[in-house]
């Protein structure tokens, strides 16, 4: 039974694949483009201007509204002087405290009025961290990224590939996040290289700044001779620094692992325990920066001594509106590879331009 199910589960990473899940992704992206809100919510700011729109989103340090004469504009938290909007919306606190309901205009400066189910309560909005609509219709729940890039050297007759798409869905309690990445090396009289990762995972929020996370991957690389890598698990963790720049987190959990090399078809069996750590810091001034950093340490409970890690680096620097730059840095390590490996890790930088909905 269980060789039916992982045979039935079983992912098989290639161009083809990748090409129908970013079709997905655009498909989604347009469709979630084309849903259309009421514009009526609105920002006012300290220098005594408003501006009406349909609030988006309010997340490290930044309003987002959607308008008409200027499309989707951006206002850093220290410009606003209070904002109205009738919407139903989650908010967090620094502390990690969430209220649910809809803001109402404040006399004070640089606060809003939450008005909850019960209750009006003052919230300045350096004490913010992140405001969502709480939507009825799916796609409107919908944020992401697609970033691309390709290079060829004549020299060598080296050409690479690299994809990354992000999409995450938000709802009262939970986020559901899914990742695909894909790194491609085509070299002369080599095989193709492959590196791909596919990744789902369920977050849900719990009181004050701890969450619980249940997650499944799909993993390839031909360096590490690793023919197929299926993780699924559960974990939890806690919100160590969350503000309106910067976040950082832990996470602990148990992961359960199975394997199967290229050379020798060699299947196996384990269970992991994860300890991964993240952090990420956004500058909403101009130029608009995003670096994110994490590492996954996972420790072997069926194989004696093998450890294995994940490290990435992603920098973003914004070129025009929504068009991004991009910088990865990854390295993956296994201090046990299999006999087929070429090396104990297997490491990168690549560049990409991106583009978030």
């Known amino acids: 039974m269980i060789e039916e199910l992982h045979h039935?589960?079983?992912?098989?990473?290639?161009?083809?694949?990748?090409?129908?899940?970013?079709?997905?992704?655009?498909?989604?992206?347009?469709?979630?483009?084309?849903v259309q809100a009421q514009k009526n919510d609105t920002v006012y700011l300290n220098n005594?201007?408003?501006?009406?729109?349909?609030?988006?989103?309010?997340?490290?340090?930044?309003?987002?509204?959607?308008?008409?004469?200027?499309q989707t504009v951006y206002i850093e938290f220290d410009k606003i002087s209070t904002v109205y909007s009738a919407?139903?919306?989650?908010?967090?606190?620094?502390?990690?405290?969430?209220?649910?309901?809809?803001?109402?205009?404040?006399?004070?400066?640089?606060?809003?009025?939450?008005?909850?189910?019960?209750?009006?309560?003052?919230?300045?909005?350096?004490?913010i961290v992140h405001v969502t609509t709480i939507r009825n219709k799916f796609f409107q729940r919908i944020d992401g990224s697609v970033s691309l890039g390709l290079s060829y050297t004549k020299a060598s007759d080296v050409f690479q590939y690299n994809l990354a798409v992000e999409v995450v869905h938000r709802s009262?309690?939970?986020?559901?996040?899914?990742?695909?990445?894909?790194?491609?090396?085509?070299?002369?009289?080599?095989?193709?290289?492959?590196?791909?990762?596919?990744g789902l995972n369920v977050t849900r929020y719990l009181p004050d700044k701890w969450f619980v996370r249940a997650q499944a991957n799909?993993?390839?690389?031909?360096?590490?001779?690793?023919?197929?890598?299926?993780?699924?698990?559960?974990?939890?963790?806690?919100?160590?620094?969350?503000?309106?720049?910067?976040?950082?987190?832990?996470?602990l959990g148990l992961i359960y692992n199975n394997e199967q090399t290229i050379d020798s078809s060699i299947m196996s069996n384990n269970m992991e325990v994860l300890a991964a750590?993240?952090?990420?810091?956004?500058?909403?001034?101009?130029?608009?920066?995003?670096?994110t950093t994490g590492l996954s340490f996972y420790y072997n409970l069926t194989i004696r001594n093998r450890i294995r890690l994940e490290y990435d680096l992603n920098a973003k620097f914004e070129i025009i509106k929504d068009l991004f730059f991009n910088i990865t840095l990854y390295d993956s390590y296994d201090s046990q590879p299999f006999s087929?490996?070429?090396?104990?890790?297997?490491?990168?930088?690549?560049?990409?331009?991106?583009?978030?909905?």
């Open 218 to 251: 799909g993993q390839q690389n031909t360096e590490l001779d690793l023919k197929l890598r299926m993780q699924c698990g559960m974990g939890g963790g806690y919100d160590i620094v969350r503000s309106n720049a910067i976040r950082l987190y832990g996470l």
């Open 48 to 70: 005594g201007d408003r501006l009406t729109g349909e609030f988006k989103k309010f997340e490290y340090g930044q309003l987002f509204l959607k308008t008409d004469a200027m």
């Open 8 to 34: 039935h589960f079983k992912v098989k990473f290639n161009i083809k694949t990748i090409a129908i899940a970013v079709t997905v992704m655009m498909l989604l992206s347009v469709i979630a483009g084309s």
């Open 277 to 291: 750590t993240q952090f990420k810091w956004f500058q909403f001034k101009t130029p608009k920066i995003d670096f």
């Open 172 to 198: 009262k309690h939970y986020s559901t996040r899914f990742d695909l990445s894909s790194i491609l090396t085509d070299q002369k009289d080599k095989d193709m290289s492959n590196n791909t990762n596919i």
């Open 87 to 127: 919407k139903f919306f989650e908010i967090r606190t620094k502390s990690g405290y969430r209220y649910f309901g809809s803001l109402r205009k404040s006399a004070k400066q640089g606060t809003v009025l939450v008005i909850t189910a019960t209750d009006t309560v003052p919230k300045p909005l350096w004490d």
């Open 340 to 357: 087929g490996a070429s090396a104990k890790n297997d490491w990168g930088i690549i560049t990409s331009i991106g583009y978030a909905f």
